[in-house]
């Protein structure tokens, strides 16, 4: 469906559920239904510049600075995945995890959440007996 008649539906559909005009308390959900998704030219040219200077992983937190880029948005679970499936289609590693390997594995060197870390808690203080935290 080309973008005109995709625009001429949504308004139609409006003025059908909406006869009267739109009351001023269902603005903030209809703009919400009307987010905006990147088109197909968007995805490739984001994709291309992903893989310029040929990287070895392609991190979802780079493919999500591109697309903010692109949309002045945080990017969506949707537009993540249409540009990590080209990505992987075209053969490139896609990190899927934010802060991990291709595997979802914490980077080298990173706390592992839920390991104790040395007996010392998020404020690199002893945890020991005697503390006022439970």
Excluded: C, H
Aim: glycine share 14%.
């Amino acid at each position: 469906m080309d973008r005109p008649q995709f625009l001429s539906s949504i308004v139609g559909w409006l003025r059908k559920g909406y006869p009267n005009g739109v009351p001023s308390g269902d603005f903030v959900p209809l703009v919400a239904l009307l987010r905006r998704r990147l088109t197909e030219d968007e995805v490739q040219s984001i994709a291309a510049q992903l893989v310029r200077g040929e990287p070895e992983v392609i991190s979802a937190v780079d493919a999500g600075v591109e697309i903010m880029k692109v949309t002045d948005e945080l990017p969506s679970d949707s537009d993540l995945e249409r540009v990590r499936a080209l990505l992987v289609a075209g053969g490139w590693p896609f990190d899927n995890e934010f802060g991990g390997d291709s595997d979802g594995n914490p980077d080298p060197g990173e706390d592992n959440p839920g390991e104790n870390n040395g007996g010392e808690d998020d404020l690199g203080e002893g945890s020991g007996a005697g503390g006022d935290r439970p």
